[in-house]
């Protein structure tokens, strides 16, 4: 018979370990953590007010933290997609998801395609030293005409000799007060449907670029969002970043990074207010007993808790294949479909767990509500998610 302690017993309280990631990861996870509970999390309700400042950039690039898996010839870390991934999801413990956005448009949408796109001197003039943190990137897909519909954006970009002279607008840009330079999404040719967008870095302090707006907004106080004007703005032929009319295939390309990593974020936010959750169950009495004993409210964590582990393992699963060199456009929908749904429920459920004190800034459950709502919008709706992966199997 075996003696006691050779019992194999349930260890709930174990490390969740996953094969993507190896110690060194694990390494990784522990030094971002550690600088986003000391430098970030504590400014979380100051940023909802001021947004958060340019420092946090620059901070994160002197600590290497913006180039994770760029390569080190540019000054990042040389790493691999899994790191990334950690950066995203330890973002969430900075209990402030404006900021958490603010950061990965520099490094997870804006920076990818100057990586694969861009000539020498493009990454040099840009890359580098927005790995450094020294110049802030963002990304302007989005129009008031057109969000979902990328083919119907109407920013112009027409040759003039050796220049291109671009006339339109964006909207919604994340980092757009603050940043550098913008990798612009334009029509070079409006005949030609989605063989007629081309990409251009344009820099911010340009003649004719115009920041309009500071754009007001439910959540995600702690980033900037901006409504941008670019009047008769002139920039060298050598600022097309990528091919003429293939922008639509480049960008295609990087909202999948982005949408993964938008995922991956769900998650970690929903386990960051879950486990906020479960320790108010556990102290809030109501009837004499921990709320968190009622059989009610413990259902409603084990219904929350299986939703983001199977949320989870699609994000790892899909990242894995992403990161081996596949592109499953198909279950990176799925899997930032679900990841935003999952993350909102259980946001919505955890202020319900809360009673009134959900209700209360104090407690900052709604804001992470507010916050996490902004995924079923933003990197494509919900309706979009659904409509790729309907679109997958020939419908
Ligand atoms: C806080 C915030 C930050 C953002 N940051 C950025 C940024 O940095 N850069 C950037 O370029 N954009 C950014 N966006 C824009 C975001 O990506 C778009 O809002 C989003 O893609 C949706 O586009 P839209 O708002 O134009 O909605 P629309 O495309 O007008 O959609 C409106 C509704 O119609 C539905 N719909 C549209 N087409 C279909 C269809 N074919 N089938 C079924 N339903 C459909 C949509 O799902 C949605 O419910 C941001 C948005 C927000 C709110």
Not at 165 to 189: M, Q, W
Not at 232 to 249: C, H, I, T
Not at 292 to 312: L, P, W
């Amino acid at each position: 018979m075996a003696a006691t302690s050779d019992v194999l017993k349930p260890d709930f309280g174990a490390t969740k370990k996953h094969f993507i990631f190896t110690e060194e990861h694990d390494r990784l996870r522990e030094s971002i953590r550690s600088f986003v509970q000391k430098e970030l999390a504590p400014h979380a309700a100051e940023w909802e007010e001021t947004t958060f400042p340019d420092s946090v950039i620059r901070r994160m690039g002197e600590l290497g933290f913006l180039g994770l898996s760029m390569p080190e010839q540019y000054g990042g870390q040389g790493g691999d997609y899994f790191a990334n991934i950690v950066l995203a999801e330890e973002m969430a413990h900075a209990q402030s998801g404006g900021t958490a956005m603010g950061v990965a448009v520099h490094t997870d949408m804006a920076m990818p395609p100057i990586h694969l796109f861009g000539t020498e001197e493009q990454k040099q003039e840009w890359l580098v030293p927005a790995i450094k943190g020294e110049k802030i990137l963002c990304l302007g897909i989005t129009e008031p005409d057109a969000g979902s519909d990328v083919a119907g954006i109407k920013t112009r970009a027409v040759r003039d000799g050796d220049e291109y002279v671009i006339n339109g607008s964006k909207t919604y840009i994340t980092n757009g007060h603050r940043a550098d330079v913008i990798v612009l999404v334009t029509k070079t040719d409006p005949d030609a449907g989605h063989g007629g967008i081309t990409l251009f870095l344009v820099p911010m302090d340009l003649p004719g670029v115009i920041r309009e707006k500071r754009l007001e907004k439910l959540g995600m106080h702690a980033s900037d969002t901006a409504l941008l004007a670019f009047q008769d703005v002139r920039v060298p032929a050598s600022a097309m970043l990528g091919q003429e009319g293939k922008g639509f295939y480049h960008i295609s390309w990087e909202l999948q990074g982005e949408r993964l990593i938008g995922a991956a974020g769900c998650v970690a936010g929903a386990q960051r207010v879950f486990d906020q959750t479960v320790k108010f169950a556990l102290e809030r009495k109501a009837f004499g007993r921990e709320i968190g004993h009622f059989q009610v409210i413990r259902h409603k964590f084990a219904e929350m808790a299986t939703a983001i582990e199977s949320a989870r393992q699609m994000v790892y699963t899909t990242a894995w294949r992403f990161a081996n060199g596949e592109y499953p456009v198909r279950e990176i929908s799925m899997a930032k479909l679900h990841a935003s749904r999952v993350a909102v429920d259980v946001a919505d459920e955890c202020i319900q767990i809360h009673g009134g004190a959900g209700y209360m800034k104090e407690y900052g459950v709604e804001r992470a509500w507010r916050d996490l709502r902004l995924n079923r919008i933003g990197a494509g709706t919900d309706e979009i998610m659904l409509d790729v992966i309907g679109r997958s199997y020939g419908l």
